[in-house]
């Protein structure tokens, strides 16, 4: 079956930088394009962007841009999220979600990210 | 940017209809899904291209779209389907977004 397990929790300064992974299991990692999506307390759901698991090749929505890398590593089946300069208002819930056909069908468990000094 | 509006609640007493709406420009020519989110857990799909329900999903939960609006109405509402509901879609340069989120409360 498929199954994206995400990363602990994290608790990270402003200016630091943090690392999300996912990794994915149950299909071929590199036929489906791979989702961030942010969710800050009490907040709605937003899409950050997406990597072509194929190519490596990542788009970012707006406002993604800048501080916030998506990655592969097709070896061990994972994707990553990088976000650098880390600030109060990152802290969120982070998930990965796999693109079905044409729409997140599959959810990681989210990583919640806290930025506090 | 490409926004998807949506009420911010919506109250029903058990076994009767709720109704969520979702409007958005570009929905006359971009399928609308709509996802459930329960407290503390990650989304869960509950109809895909307008008005398809996937696997293991009950009948109560069905979609429509017309025009700008897509509905997802829930017919015969139980306590469980108490959470915030999220439509989503794509805009005309095929930017993904997802709703502004409805909380569905079941009393």
């Known amino acids: 079956q498929v199954q994206l397990v995400q990363s602990g929790s994290e608790l990270k300064k402003p200016g630091a930088s943090v690392k999300v992974s996912c990794k994915a299991s149950?299909?071929?990692?590199?036929?489906?394009?791979m989702n961030w999506v942010r969710q800050a307390p009490g907040q709605g759901l937003e899409w950050m962007g997406w990597i072509n698991t194929n190519t490596g090749n990542p788009t970012y929505a707006q406002g993604f841009t800048g501080r916030f890398v998506f990655s592969l590593d097709t070896s061990v089946s994972t994707a990553y999220l990088q976000i650098s300069s880390l600030k109060a208002e990152d802290t969120a819930v982070y998930y990965c979600a796999r693109e079905g056909s044409a729409y997140p069908d599959y959810w990681g468990q989210g990583t919640l990210v806290t930025v506090s000094s | 940017s490409y926004e998807l509006t949506q009420p911010p609640s919506v109250s029903v007493s058990p076994g009767q209809t709720a109704r969520i709406t979702c409007s958005g420009d570009?929905?006359?020519?971009?399928?609308a899904y709509w996802y459930q989110q329960k407290s503390g857990q990650a989304p869960v799909l509950v109809i895909y291209?307008?008005?398809k329900r996937p696997s293991g999903i009950p009948e109560r939960f069905s979609g429509s779209s017309s025009g700008t609006m897509a509905t997802l109405t829930i017919s015969g509402a139980q306590v469980e389907d108490e959470a915030d509901y999220y439509c989503y879609s794509t805009d005309s340069s095929g930017n993904q977004v997802f709703g502004t989120g409805t909380k569905v409360t079941v009393l």
């Open positions: 291209e307008d008005s």
């Open positions: 149950g299909y071929t990692f590199t036929s489906y394009a």
């Open positions: 570009a929905l006359p020519k971009k399928y």
